[in-house]
């Protein structure tokens, strides 16, 4: 496998009339997109996402999956910040067992705290800030060929003892955005667990997949819909408005997708 990304919910919550719950459910809109990318241009890639695994097996096991399927790159999103402890955590343990697998950190918050985490945690590797289409493509080429990760837009990594900001060049056009495909669950393992079970806000540990269904979701399954980038308006809950989408992405205006677009997505 060529690379493996990591979605890890935020796995230690308790509220009293529940108990412990998994938070942090939804993967990324942009996570299936970029694998799907990596799997059309030849890259042997999955997306695996921590929450379900351990509904589908509790006995489940990153290290061994990783040991089995020996992926050079493994990227871990990082795009709320209630999941910052696990994922850097996880990403800890996969450079423990396998020193040679590439540790690549993507999201809002990743992007937000790049710096910081390039220089408090020794085991990440690198970190690509903003949107990720044309980094993650020049990245992953440049890791299993031997080349330059000097010319990655938007790339903070390690050059020696030196940490390097590569030039936040890169934010996608519409016409890439549209070249985009959010819909192959096929490279998601276990994916009608997550599509079925797991988009909801939170899963009680507690509680069955049904249960689950039955208290804490529309009751249907559901789809997180891309429609386009960016942020037109400040919004004071939360991360991701038009301030900052400036400042931490470099995007400066909204995109849609094309209707047609969207409407395959549907379909």
Known sequence: ??????????FNNYYRPIGEY??????????????????????????????????EDKGFSLIDYIARKRPKIA???????????????????????????????????ASFYHREIME???WVDAVIRG???????????????????????????REG???????????????????????????LKNHRTYIDWVLMPFFVKGFSKERN????????????LMVGRGCPVNCTWCGGGRDAQRSIVGRRKVIFRDMEKVMESIR
């Open 1 to 10: 496998m060529d690379a493996l990304f990591v979605h890890c919910p935020k």
């Open 120 to 122: 408090r945690f020794p």
């Open 75 to 109: 990227a871990l999103s990082l795009f709320w910040h209630p999941q910052s402890y696990e994922v850097l955590e996880w990403a800890r343990r996969i450079k423990e067992a396998f020193p040679e697998v590439f540790i690549l950190l993507g999201g809002l918050t």
């Open 161 to 187: 003892e030196r940490i390097e900001e590569n030039p936040l060049d890169y934010v996608a056009s519409q016409e890439i955005v549209d070249g985009l495909c959010f819909t192959n669950f096929a490279l």
């Open 22 to 55: 998994i938070f942090v459910n939804y993967i990324p809109m942009g996570v299936v997109a970029l694998a799907d990318l990596l799997d059309r241009e030849g890259y042997a890639t999955e997306v695996v996402h921590l929450g379900v695994e351990w509904i």
């Open 131 to 157: 949107e990720g289409e044309v980094p993650l493509l020049q990245l992953t080429e440049a890791v299993i060929t031997g080349g330059d990760l000097a010319a990655v837009p938007n790339l903070t990594r």
């Open 213 to 224: 269904r039955l208290f804490f979701s529309l009751k249907t399954p559901m789809f997180d």
